[in-house]
């Protein structure tokens, strides 16, 4: 009895549900008469994003593709949550992913657009075209038999043809100055490696200094290559700059901080709501710096991993933090790649320095607001005194030694150095603003290539230099440019003008170490750190 109790009801009761499904309709119809809108089935709420998608796409009166819809929606819920949630397209994932995967693929060349032509500025070292023959100062007049030259070409337009699958083949056509005909390759692309440590070199026999530029794969690698040369020649210490650091991978920043410890002291550790807390600590697997003492240097725009480092360093009292308060960027992203190569940052958890301070900023009054951070810092004077920067008590924690250091925003330097307004005027404002002292540079180098070809040192550069009236040079080029160097303008901002245009010729003749260690002649966060460590001042 039973049994066909049931039966029968499971018979009868899908009639009744489609009676008054219909009836439902009917009566909907009948109320709605004269009405244009229409009546829709709503989905259960979690599928409501890809009902409105699908809505507007059947029915919008014009045709509307739902991918279109989708890539415009993505990024505005995106942009509610916080301000390092993001959604990048698959070309902008791929660029995006370069820089952090620390390579890309292409022929191997730093390139200028100059004068209209694309001028080989220095060709990577181990890269295809240093294998093919192709030469600092080359002019690329044709891409795959598409002429590039004298034809307003963009930056992008040439990276775009230049870069490639590894393996492809691009044919050139290039111009050299001591040859009469253009000279044909056709270069094999192939991974260039990319360098996320930017230079190093060594001060005063004792102390070295590397210049990190983001957290790479391969970062910890090239820190370590660093350190290793400069500690043959009988480094103490050791100067990390983070300034204008806005971050990378976390592992990447750990593994170098891992170097300065013993194993057992926290690094820093992350928790989010759907992330439990995650401890990273330091191991025995390394101890190149043990024995170094160390200096980090920071500025406003120094983020993320680079907060990290900092953070590590300044808790766990293992050296000083010079410079400016940090950016104040603590949120953790983890990265979901969709088939069309798109790909979402989702923000899972925060940071966390080992004494427990949270270094994101506010993001409350909304991103434009979280932007105009650092203007505002700016404004209210916090790059030139240390004592406008209003610290919250109640975000107050402590190192292992026992020194006060606060959380809400960014990390406060052990050592204010406020920005280098000296040397600033409006003859250096303008220069730089056209970047003339780079492009004198470029054109310098290239119509002495031969002769600076043969200099192997800074020293005989600067000598090379001084005895070619460089400087006289230069003043002539601005000239041409239409500025007027007035008298009193140089003799604010000469020096710093002049030490400039050689920084960038170093570059060109003797690389990106070169050029650091004469672009820092006049840095004063630099000297400030460089005076802590000759005076063998301690962390307490």
Known sequence: MNKYKNTRFS????????????????????????NTSKSILISPPKDKLNMVVDYVANEYVDKVDRDYLAEIAIPKFLETLDPHTVYFTADEAKAVEEELQGEFSGIGVQFNIFRDTVLVVSVIPGGPSEKYGLKDGDRIVMVNDSIIAGIGITNNDVMSMLK?????????????????NLIEYNVVRGSIPLRSIDGFYIIDEKIGYVKISTFSRNTHNQF????FKMRRKGIESVIIDLRNNSGGYLNSATDIIDEFFESGKTLVYTEGNSRPKNVISSTKKRSACLDLDIVVLIDEFSASASEIVAGAIQDNDRGFVVGRRSYGKGLV??????DDGSIIRLTTARYYTPSGRCIQK?????????YSDIYNRYAHGEFLEADSIHQIDSLIYYTNKGRAVYGGGGIMPDVFVPID?????????????ANLEYYFAIEYVDNHRTELDEIESLEELKLFLSTRNVYGKFWQFIALQGINAKSSDVAISGKYIENGVVAYIARMVLGDDAFYEVANEYDVALDSAVNILMSDRKVY
Do not use: C, H, M, W
Request: charged share 25%; proline share 1%.
């Open 164 to 180: 490639g699958t590894s393996g492809t083949k691009v044919k050139l056509k290039v111009k050299r100055k001591d040859q009469d």
């Open 333 to 338: 992203q983890e990265s979901t790649t969709f």
């Open 362 to 370: 506010s993001y409350d009054e909304g991103i434009d607001e979280y």
């Open 224 to 227: 370590i290559d660093a350190v």
């Open 421 to 433: 307004t000296i040397g600033y005027s409006n003859l250096y404002a303008n220069i730089s603003r």
């Open 11 to 34: 018979i009868v009761l899908p009639l009744v549900i489609s009676f008054s499904i219909v009836l439902g309709i009917i009566i909907a119809e009948v109320l709605n008469k004269g």
